[in-house]
Nanobody
Framework: QVQLVESGGGSVQAGGSLRLSCEVS????????MGWFRQAPGKEREAVAQ????????YYVDSVKGRFTISQDNAKNTLYLQMNNLKPEDTAMYYC???????????????????????WGQGTQVTVSS
């Protein structure tokens, strides 16, 4: 049974940093993406960052480019999201996801939909105050 457990959320002021962690247990197929999504109240869940380990490709939503970095530590079975220069609009529940369908177009990893992921964590809240 696959389990994803997020940690690292919290409340910070604008300009601050947080690092989210997602510890993965159970078997995860390797030829898939892993990602971080977020959902703010009244909004749809959106892909924030994705990683396709086999291809070494990453995807970031435009609003976080240059501020967020997705990475993974295979030895620790952990996915990370380093978030710097946080803004109030980053406030949301953040979810870790695994075994997502990856689409690479012209060498670039495309955004996947939430429905294309098989496994989800319970979420961790990030609140950024101005």
């Amino acid at each position: 049974q696959v389990q994803l457990v997020e940690s690292g959320g919290g409340s910070v002021q604008a300009g601050g940093s947080l690092r989210l962690s997602c510890e993965v247990s159970g078997y995860i197929a390797i030829n898939y993406c892993m990602g971080w999504f977020r959902q703010a109240p009244g909004k749809e869940r959106e892909a924030v960052a994705q990683i396709y380990p086999i291809a070494g490709s990453t995807y970031y939503v435009d609003s976080v480019k240059g501020r967020f970095t997705i990475s993974q530590d295979n030895a620790k079975n952990t996915l990370y999201l380093q978030m710097n220069n946080l803004k109030p609009e980053d406030t949301a529940m953040y979810y870790c996801a695994a075994e997502g369908r990856c689409t690479v177009v012209a060498g670039s990893l495309s955004k996947s939909l939430p429905s294309e992921y098989n496994h989800w964590g319970q979420g961790t809240q990030v609140t950024v105050s101005s």
